[in-house]
């Protein structure tokens, strides 16, 4: 186009020391970025297609890739019970974990969302699981589910209860390994859920009290619909990181007893990095993606529309 055509069409030429300066903003925007490119490819990007690469091979106790199989792995793997029971004690762990860990969340931070004196205690008393790693959260758990000399059976002696085996027997793991879970979970809901209440504007409270609403009936007709990006966000959070536990199984249970606390992840740690056999573990965590990805897209696609953005 030349530059009398450019002026017809309302366009401005540019100049070569115009463009010589676009190209070096260009240049350093691209600068800037390129040290997060290169760890997204090293660390993010180049492992997901060797995942993709090595769940369609068997490999030897190396790594190294014995035979090409293609899709040979996903269909043993579709095709076995214990990976369907797997996935289903990983649902149960979400069903027991996620909607329990919310509700509680909520309760703790509606509870101390007030001027009262000695809430901030309180706050940081509640908030404070975040700071404690899986490790030592496991450990101090260990030790209170310990059988006789563990705290929670010495709280139920005074009730002249049993002792409950929380680790050791197969009905109890899952619930144990959940409540330690809850608790864990518990700092950062706590903090998410209280800066949404933050957010809700005072004015709100002074008109429902005005208009003769009751503290419980403000929270659920007015508050809770405030609050829904924050708790649809905490309730995405929630599901991604259930689907992700495994340090806390790894120290308290490793799996068991009876793979009872098997999840997906602990079992594409056994596999892969017990039993050495890297190509059903990638094939397991490309699975394990794809359910996560389709899961979020449905609680986007179906919960999103009940979330009410101011």
């Given at each position: 186009?030349?530059?009398?055509?450019?002026?017809?069409?309302?366009?401005?030429?540019?100049?070569?020391?115009t463009?010589?300066?676009?190209?070096?903003e260009?240049?350093?925007?691209?600068g800037?970025?390129?040290?997060?490119?290169i760890?997204?490819?090293?660390?993010?990007?180049?492992p997901?297609?060797k995942?993709?690469y090595?769940?369609?091979?068997?490999?030897?106790?190396r790594?190294?890739?014995?035979?090409?199989?293609?899709?040979?792995?996903?269909i043993?793997?579709?095709?076995s019970?214990s990976?369907?029971?797997?996935?289903?004690?990983?649902?149960?762990?979400?069903l027991?974990?996620?909607?329990?860990?919310l509700i509680?969340?909520?309760?703790?931070?509606?509870?101390?969302?007030?001027?009262l004196?000695?809430?901030?205690?309180?706050?940081?008393?509640?908030?404070l699981?975040?700071?404690?790693?899986?490790?030592t959260g496991?450990?101090i758990?260990?030790?209170?589910?310990?059988?006789?000399?563990?705290?929670?059976?010495?709280?139920?002696?005074?009730?002249?209860?049993?002792?409950?085996?929380?680790?050791t027997?197969?009905?109890?793991?899952?619930?144990s390994?959940?409540?330690?879970?809850?608790?864990?979970?518990?700092?950062?809901?706590?903090?998410?859920?209280?800066?949404g209440?933050?957010?809700?504007p005072?004015?709100?409270?002074?008109?429902a009290?005005?208009?003769?609403?009751g503290p419980?009936?403000?929270f659920i007709?007015?508050?809770?619909p405030?609050l829904s990006?924050?708790?649809?966000?905490?309730?995405?959070?929630?599901v991604?990181?259930?689907?992700?536990?495994?340090g806390?199984?790894h120290?308290?249970?490793?799996?068991g007893?009876i793979?009872?606390?098997?999840?997906?992840?602990?079992?594409?740690?056994?596999?892969?990095f017990?039993?050495?056999?890297f190509?059903?573990?990638?094939?397991?965590?490309?699975?394990?993606?794809?359910?996560i990805?389709?899961?979020?897209?449905l609680?986007?696609?179906v919960?999103e529309?009940?979330?009410?953005?101011?």
């Open positions: 186009m030349s530059s009398n055509e450019s002026v017809l069409h309302g366009k401005k030429p540019k100049s070569a020391a463009r010589k300066r676009l190209w070096g260009h240049a350093l925007a691209y800037f970025l390129a040290p997060s490119i760890l997204f490819m090293m660390f993010l990007f180049y997901m297609l995942s993709v090595l769940s369609m091979t068997i490999t030897d106790p790594g190294q890739v014995v035979e090409f199989v293609w899709l040979e792995n996903f043993r793997l579709l095709s019970g990976f369907y029971k797997n996935l289903g004690v990983t649902l149960m762990f979400i027991f974990t996620v909607p329990t860990s509680w969340s909520l309760f703790l931070a509606a509870i101390t969302h007030n001027k004196r000695g809430m901030k205690v309180f706050q940081f008393v509640f908030s699981p975040i700071v404690i790693s899986v490790g496991s450990i758990w260990f030790l209170l589910f310990h059988p006789t000399a563990g705290m929670l059976n010495y709280f139920l002696s005074f009730v002249h209860l049993g002792p409950i085996p929380w680790l027997d197969p009905s109890w793991a899952l619930i390994i959940s409540i330690m879970t809850i608790w864990m979970n518990m700092g950062f809901l706590f903090i998410v859920l209280s800066s209440l933050q957010g809700v005072e004015e709100i409270y002074e008109s009290k005005m208009d003769g609403s419980i009936r403000t007709q007015i508050v809770l405030l990006p924050t708790i649809f966000f905490a309730l995405i959070v929630s991604i990181g259930a689907f992700q536990a495994f806390q199984i120290i308290l249970t490793k799996g007893p793979n009872s606390t098997n999840v997906m992840v602990y079992s594409i740690y056994q596999d892969a017990v039993n050495f056999r190509g059903i573990g990638s094939a397991q965590a490309l699975i394990l993606f794809a359910i990805l389709l899961l979020t897209l609680q986007f696609k919960l529309k009940k979330v009410h953005y101011q």
